[in-house]
């Protein structure tokens, strides 16, 4: 039986090289933010929870903190969004800070994790 309500998957107007080459950018400039109480950067935390390229090239990105109340709360979405948009040929950058899920040391990666010792 069909479902007719079933829509498929959505297909980006951007050709799959250029967004691969996006992706390597935006995943090489999200590796020079680092949360300045720790010596990692916020893409090896585990902080950048999705990263979104509209066919018009406008990244909006959802990261979190490692905690609600950290120092740099405000001004961390401005450093992301610096970074990317060093990136040529990108519209714009939205960041949005969300809290869910929460964050948590298992959302490093190995990297972050020996780099601070916590193997």
Request: aromatic content about 6%; charged content about 25%.
């Amino acid at each position: 039986m069909d479902d007719a309500s079933a829509s498929p998957a959505p297909v980006s107007a951007l050709p799959q090289a250029e967004l691969d080459a996006i992706t390597d950018q935006l995943v090489e400039k999200l590796k020079t933010v680092y949360d300045p109480e720790i010596p990692v950067d916020i893409y090896e935390l585990g902080l950048i929870y999705k990263v979104d390229v509209s066919d018009d090239k406008d990244v909006v990105i959802d990261m979190t903190l490692t905690a609600p109340g950290c120092p740099v709360a405000g001004e961390m979405p401005g450093w992301v969004q610096d970074a990317v948009m060093e990136i040529p040929g990108l519209k714009s950058c939205t960041v949005n800070i969300v809290f869910e899920p929460p964050w948590d040391p298992s959302l490093m990666s190995d990297e972050a994790k020996l780099e601070l010792n916590m193997f």
